[in-house]
C-alpha cells in the first residue's frame, strides 16, 4: 500500500510539473501579439468595436493569469477614426484554480491613463453608437434539435441555469485608478463637460467587508461656466445577493467657483452614511452634515421606488445664518434695499418631499430677521418654476425689503416739492393773498417697476397671512392675501387687512402678456384714517378724516408715470368727522362779509382749521384727471357744494365750491363781519386752485363771484325800498317790473 501511495504520490507531482511546463511553454513560446489582428477581428465580430493595439500585450498563465495591456484605443465600427476611449496602461492578475471553484482572487487592478472621449454630433449621433452588439448572429437551425411545446427543461440544463446564476466571489487586492480623463461634448446642444485628474483608490475588496475608498476628480461645464474640485472618501459595503450597497463614514468635499458665482468660490462639504437596497428599492441618506461657506445644516433624507417613480422624504435643518453674507460669498447680488441690513438672520427647519420634477418644504418654521413665518412651500414643476407658497407669519415691514427710491424719481420729486413749497410760501397764513397757480411738475418716476420677463415665466400661487404689514409705512393688522400667476397674468384675488379702526378688501390683476401691461384694480376701505397716507415728515397732512371708498380703476404702461397719465375708471368716497388743516372758511366768508359792510377787519385773521361732519361725492378719472362734480360737505352752520378736477399727473386740485350760511348764530371772528338775516341763504363762491398738498390752504374767496353776490344783496336791498315806498299805490305789474330792472 506504501508503494502504492508514493506511485500516485510520484504521478501527481509528475502531473503538476507537467502544468507548469506547459503553462512556462505557453507563456514563452506563445506570443498573444502574433494574434492582435485576430483579436481586432474577435472585437469587431462580438462587440462592434474597432479596437486598436499600439503597445504589447503581456501574459502570464499560472498559478496567476495576468494581463498588461498598454497604449490600446477603442471606437465604433460606425465611427472607427473617432476613437472614444483609449489606454496607457492595464494591469490585472487573476488566480487560476479558485476560478475553477467560481471565486475571483485578483491582485491589484491598475488603470493609468484611461481617456474617454465621448461625442454628439449635431444630428444628435454618439461615437459610441452600436458598441457590445454583435455584427453575426448565429441562425443556424439544421442542427438544432426542435423542442416541442411538452417538453421540460432537463435536470442538466437546471443545473446549468443555476450554476450560472450563483454570483463570482469577489477578492481583490485593491482598484487604482490613475490620471483618468472623461470628456463629453454635444454639438446639438453646445454643451461640454469633462471630468480630470480622476483618482481612485481602493482596499481589498470583499464582499460583506468594508472597503476603503477614494476617489477625486477636477470637473468642467461650459454651460454655464463652472470649475470645480471634488474628494469623496468612505467605507463601501455590499452584498450582491440581497441587492445592498452602504457607504459608512462618507465625507464629500471640495469647491466649486464660476458664472454663476461671479468671480467667488463656494466650498462645500458633506458628511453621513449612505444606504442603497435595491431589493426594497430604497436608497437612504442617514446623519446628513452640510456645510456651504457659512451655511450649516443637518438632516435625513429617504428615497422610494428607484425603480419606478423615485419620490423623496426627509427633514433639514440649517442654522442661523446672515443669508446677506452668505450670499455675497458665493457671488450673489441682492437688489437694493431701503435697509441694507435686512437679511442679517435666517433659519430653517423643515420636512421634505418631493419627485424627480417637484419638491415640497412641509411644517416649514422659517425666521427670517424679526419675522417668523409657518406653513409649507413647494416647487410644483423644476422645468416651469412653478412655486406654491403657503405661509403664516407674525410680522413683516415689507418697506425695508423694498427698493431704494430711483434717481429719476427722486429728482422728479424734488422739482415738484420745490414747486409745492413755493406755493405754500407765497400763500402765507392770512389767506389774503391772490389765488396759488397750479403746479407744472410732474409728481411721478418714469422708471420700469414691473420686472415683464419675469412675470412672462412666472408660475405662482400665494396664500400668505399675517398678523401684522408694514407697508409704505402704515401698520396693517390681520393682512391676508390670495395671488396666483401664470402665464403673464398676475391676479390678487383677496387682499385684507385693518388698518387703524378702519379695514379694507381689493383684489387687482397685472397682465404682461400684451406689448403694454394692463393693470385693473377694485377696492372698498371702510373708515380709514386719511391722516397718516398724506403728512409727511415736512408737511402735515392737509386733510384729517375717516375714508369711505369704493373704486374700479384700470391703467396700462410699465412706470409710475404711465399708469397715472393712463388712470382711468370711477369712484366714490365719504369722508367722516375730518378737518381741513390750515383751511379757515369762517376767515374767507369774515372777509367778503366784511367787504359787503364796508367796514374794515380789527386784526389780520389767522389760519385755523375748519371741522367738517362730512365729505362725500363721486369720481370719474379719465387719463389721470379725476372730474368731482357732486362735491358735498357738512360743515356747523355752513353748507357746502362744488365742483372740480383733481390732476392726478402734477398732484394738483381746481375746484370751484359754493359756501352758504344756514342760520349759525355762532359769534363772527371780527365785529366787521357779523352776519345779519341778509346774508343767510346767500352762496358765496370759493375757488380753490393749486398742489393737492395744500388742501384748503389753497382756497380763496371768488372776486368775480364776489360782485355778483353784491350785486344780488344790493339788488334785494332796492327791492325792499320799492315795497315800502310804493306800497299799494301802483299796481303789481309796475311794481314787478322795477324790481327786475333794478336787479338787472
Not at 358735498?632 to 370751484?656: E, H
Amino acid at each position: 500500500m506504501k508503494a502504492l501511495g508514493k506511485i500516485i504520490g510520484l504521478f501527481f507531482l509528475g502531473l503538476l510539473l507537467i502544468i507548469v511546463a506547459l503553462g512556462f511553454a505557453l507563456t514563452h513560446l506563445f506570443d498573444p501579439n502574433d494574434y492582435k489582428d485576430e483579436i481586432r477581428q474577435l472585437a469587431r465580430d462580438k462587440a462592434s468595436l474597432e479596437l486598436t493595439l499600439k503597445g504589447d500585450i503581456g501574459w502570464s498563465l499560472f498559478p496567476w493569469l495576468g494581463l498588461e495591456l498598454t497604449d490600446a484605443s477603442l471606437a465604433s465600427l460606425s465611427t472607427p477614426d473617432q476613437p472614444f476611449a483609449d489606454l496607457r496602461l492595464l494591469g490585472l492578475s487573476v488566480r487560476v484554480l479558485p476560478l475553477l471553484r467560481k471565486e475571483v482572487q485578483m491582485s491589484d487592478i491598475r488603470i493609468d491613463g484611461l481617456n474617454l472621449n465621448l461625442q454628439r454630433d449635431e444630428k444628435g449621433r454618439s461615437n459610441w453608437e452600436n458598441v457590445g452588439k454583435p455584427t453575426t448572429v448565429a441562425t443556424s437551425t439544421t442542427d438544432t434539435p426542435a423542442v416541442t411545446g411538452d417538453s421540460a427543461p432537463t435536470e442538466s440544463t437546471t443545473t446549468a441555469a443555476e450554476s450560472r446564476s450563483q454570483p463570482l466571489k469577489l477578492d481583490i487586492d485593491s482598484l487604482i485608478v490613475n490620471s483618468a480623463r472623461i470628456d463629453y461634448r454635444d454639438a446639438q446642444k453646445g454643451q461640454q463637460f469633462s471630468a480630470e485628474s480622476i483618482q481612485l483608490t481602493t482596499g481589498a475588496i470583499r464582499e460583506g467587508a468594508g472597503i476603503p475608498i477614494k476617489i477625486s476628480a477636477f470637473f468642467g461645464l461650459n454651460k454655464p461656466v463652472l470649475r470645480a474640485r471634488s474628494e469623496l472618501q468612505g467605507e463601501l459595503r455590499f452584498d450582491r445577493a440581497l441587492k445592498r450597497y452602504q457607504l459608512e463614514d462618507a465625507k464629500l468635499s471640495g469647491e466649486v467657483s464660476g458664472e454663476p458665482f461671479d468671480g467667488q468660490t463656494l466650498t462645500y462639504s458633506a458628511q453621513g452614511q449612505l444606504l442603497v437596497d435595491l431589493a426594497a428599492q430604497v436608497a437612504e441618506w442617514n446623519g446628513l452634515k452640510l456645510s456651504a461657506n457659512q451655511l450649516r445644516a443637518l438632516g435625513e433624507l429617504k428615497v422610494r421606488d428607484l425603480d419606478k417613480q423615485p419620490k423623496l422624504s426627509g427633514g433639514l435643518s440649517i442654522a442661523p445664518l446672515n443669508l446677506r453674507e452668505f450670499l455675497s460669498t458665493i457671488g450673489q447680488k441682492l437688489p437694493p434695499m431701503n435697509d441694507e441690513k435686512t437679511l442679517s438672520q435666517f433659519e430653517l427647519v423643515t420636512r421634505l418631499n418631493g419627485t424627480t420634477n417637484s419638491l415640497t418644504f412641509e411644517d416649514l418654521k422659517l425666521t427670517l430677521d424679526d419675522s417668523h413665518f409657518s406653513g409649507q412651500l413647494a416647487i410644483a414643476d423644476f422645468a416651469k418654476q412653478a412655486l406654491r407658497v403657503q405661509l403664516k407669519g407674525d410680522q413683516l415691514n415689507l418697506d425695508r425689503y423694498l427698493p431704494a427710491t430711483a434717481k429719476d424719481a427722486k429728482d422728479a420729486g424734488a422739482a415738484r416739492q420745490a414747486e409745492v413749497k413755493a406755493s405754500v410760501a407765497s400763500a402765507g397764513e392770512s389767506g389774503s393773498t391772490p389765488l396759488p397757480d397750479a403746479p407744472t411738475q410732474q409728481a411721478w418716476s418714469s422708471s420700469e417697476v414691473l420686472p415683464i420677463a419675469t412675470l412672462r415665466k412666472l408660475d405662482v400661487q400665494l396664500d400668505l397671512g399675517l398678523d401684522q404689514l408694514t407697508a409704505q409705512q402704515q401698520v396693517i393688522s390681520r393682512f391676508s392675501t390670495k395671488a396666483q400667476s401664470k402665464a403673464g397674468l398676475l391676479t390678487l384675488q383677496d387682499v385684507r387687512g385693518n388698518i387703524g379702526t378702519g379695514s379694507f378688501d381689493a383684489k387687482a390683476s397685472i397682465d404682461v402678456r400684451p406689448t403694454v401691461p394692463l393693470l385693473s384694480m377694485q377696492s372698498n376701505l371702510r373708515g380709514i384714517q386719511l391722516e397718516p397716507f398724506l403728512k409727511k415728515p415736512d408737511q402735515p397732512s392737509p386733510i384729517k378724516g375717516l375714508l369711505d371708498l369704493n373704486a374700479s380703476l384700470s391703467t396700462r404702461g410699465n412706470s409710475q408715470r404711465a399708469w397715472v397719465d393712463g388712470l382711468n375708471g370711477d369712484a366714490s368716497f365719504l369722508l367722516n368727522d375730518g378737518v381741513l388743516v390750515d383751511a379757515n372758511l369762517e376767515q374767507q366768508l369774515c372777509r367778503g362779509i366784511a367787504t359787503l359792510n364796508r367796514k374794515a377787519l380789527s386784526s389780520d385773521p389767522r389760519g385755523k382749521d375748519t371741522p367738517f361732519e362730512a365729505l362725500q361725492g363721486s369720481l370719474t378719472v379719465r387719463n389721470g384727471v379725476a372730474h368731482n362734480p357732486d362735491l358735498k360737505a357738512r360743515i356747523p352752520g355752513l353748507a357746502v357744494s362744488g365742483n372740480g378736477d383733481v390732476d392726478l399727473r402734477i398732484l394738483g386740485l381746481d375746484y370751484r365750491v359754493g359756501i352758504t350760511i344756514t342760520g349759525d348764530q355762532r359769534e363772527m371772528p371780527d365785529p366787521a363781519c357779523q352776519v345779519n338775516e341778509r346774508y343767510v341763504g346767500i352762496e358765496w363762491p370759493v375757488r380753490c386752485r393749486g398742489p393737492l398738498e395744500m388742501g384748503g390752504k389753497a382756497c380763496r374767496l371768488d372776486q368775480d363771484g364776489l360782485g355778483k353776490v353784491a350785486a344780488k344783496l344790493a339788488g334785494n336791498k332796492l327791492n325792499e325800498k320799492i315795497e315800502e315806498k310804493l306800497g299799494d299805490k301802483v299796481s303789481p305789474e309796475l311794481r314787478d317790473a322795477l324790481k327786475g330792472l333794478f336787479n338787472r
